[in-house]
């Protein structure tokens, strides 16, 4: 149970308001709450002894001048506000609260972890601004339209590899941040034109620069691993591989950025964390952090149809039926909902596994059904991901004490969705009713 009220922003309660309105409201609920914290935390007094217990009277948001001063646009990136999913909440008499990631400035939880790898990189020598150095990344599109933000401001251009039946927004997204895009067949991960395997290929070979030392030529290659004190090595362009999946810096994102911001924004009342895992990045930093601030607080896979992730969690062996059935109709995961679930051990995921808790199971029709419900009943226009986290979030809530709070990741917003979930031809055809009263029914069994 949580012992002090959540600090938080209801979408009922206010006017609506535009990316920039929630960047800026972000800002001022993550010093609002810091402020409250400290003033809480001061001398370690317990706020009992301060009086200081009550819940704060909802009241006008106050913006302070040097609170919006961003230092370019990575100064946008987290402090985003938490949101009460009203619907949920109240039917269910538990405090379902989701960090609104979709107004980071890329629009999804994914800048936090493109600016991590990208600053992680520049300190450690292996990429230098403004030198024609190229950033690879496989993707199915949010971590490449991320890297693609963040690295056009830092100086870099960017190369994104990514299946070829992920959502066309995303694609055209990418081309309109000046990314290079090469689009590849859903393969198995042992195949080397996987997306994932590709574009690790191209960063090598990008950096294959020819050096001339007396009449030898010498190709070298110039990827994240090598460094050089040769000026003609150093000044030359590179290929940097991203590597989300398996660099520790994913994790890092979400352990001092997320984490903590989610424990500062609900003073420490949070008694679960849901989350699904692509990379398996957010629910591994996040799931750390907040564990080791209070090792009671449960964490909670969300994992969608046709990923092998839920069967890790609860049997450890990372298995999903429709690879033995043969059904497959995707190579990657066989999901509607993307950017979740996934069918190898990721470094990320690994790092995750110790602290997971417990996972759901969320089908296609239930993650779609979500969807529609919230835009219904909260004006909530969401991707397919905060979709299926949600869906675990009612499962999870009816297991758990009246008044509890449960926070989640609203990943990205639907308007990256238009042509799968969103699409009710391409729905009909994959065979998934767009029922909303499914969730009517979920909330009410
Ligand atoms: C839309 C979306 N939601 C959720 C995730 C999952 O986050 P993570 O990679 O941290 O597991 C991703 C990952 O790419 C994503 O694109």
């Not at 006017?15 to 800002?27: A, E, F």
């Not at 043969?326 to 110790?354: C, M, W, Y």
Request: hydrophobic content about 40%.
């Amino acid at each position: 149970m949580h012992w002090r009220e959540p600090f938080i922003w209801s979408i009922s309660d206010k006017t609506p308001l535009g990316l920039l309105g929630g960047v800026v409201l972000g800002v001022s609920l993550a010093w609002s709450s810091s402020a409250l914290m400290n003033l809480l935390f001061a001398g370690g007094t317990p706020a009992a002894d301060d009086g200081l217990q009550a819940e704060p009277a909802p009241g006008p948001i106050e913006v302070h001048e040097d609170e919006i001063q961003a230092k370019g646009i990575s100064g946008l990136v987290g402090n985003t506000p938490l949101v009460r999913i009203n619907s949920l909440s109240d039917a269910l008499g538990i405090e379902i609260l989701g960090k609104a990631e979709w107004l980071n400035p890329g629009g999804s939880v994914k800048d936090r972890v493109a600016l991590k790898i990208i600053d992680n990189a520049e300190r450690e020598g292996h990429l230098i601004p403004f030198q024609g150095s190229t950033i690879f990344e496989g993707t199915v599109g949010s971590t490449g339209i991320s890297i693609a933000t963040m690295a056009k401001a830092r100086g870099y251009n960017t190369t994104i590899v990514m299946p070829d039946d992920v959502a066309d927004e995303k694609h055209k997204a990418l081309l309109a941040l000046g990314a290079r895009v090469v689009k590849v067949r859903p393969a198995s991960i042992v195949d080397k034109k996987q997306f994932v395997n590709l574009a690790r290929e191209m960063a090598l070979e990008f950096g294959e620069v020819p050096l001339v030392h007396s009449t030898d030529v010498e190709i070298t290659r110039m990827d994240s691993a090598t460094s050089s004190d040769d000026p003609t090595h150093r000044n030359a362009p590179r290929g940097f591989f991203a590597d989300q999946f398996e660099n520790k810096a994913n994790h890092d994102a979400h352990f001092e950025g997320t984490g903590p911001e989610i424990w500062r924004q609900t003073n420490g009342g949070v008694d679960a964390f849901v989350s699904g895992a692509g990379t398996g990045g957010t629910i591994a930093g996040v799931g750390a952090y907040l564990k080791s601030m209070n090792p009671d607080i449960k964490v909670v896979l969300a994992d969608p149809e046709g990923s092998g992730l839920y069967n890790k969690v609860k049997y450890g062996v990372l298995f999903d039926k429709k690879e033995k059935e043969g059904t497959k109709r995707r190579h990657q995961v066989d999901t509607v909902v993307e950017g979740i679930g996934i069918n190898r051990l990721t470094n990320n995921f690994s790092l995750a596994l110790p602290n997971i808790d417990d996972a759901y199971r969320v089908t296609d029709t239930e993650a779609v059904a979500m969807s529609r419900y919230l835009v219904g009943h909260d004006g909530l226009f969401l991707g397919s991901s905060s979709a299926c986290n949600l869906v675990a979030c009612v499962r999870l809530a009816k297991t758990m004490e009246k008044g509890s709070t449960i926070v989640t990741i609203l990943c990205d917003s639907g308007s990256r969705h238009y042509s799968k979930v969103r699409n009710d031809d391409y729905l009909e055809k994959a065979g998934i009713p767009h029922d909303p009263s499914i969730i009517r029914r979920l909330l009410a069994s």
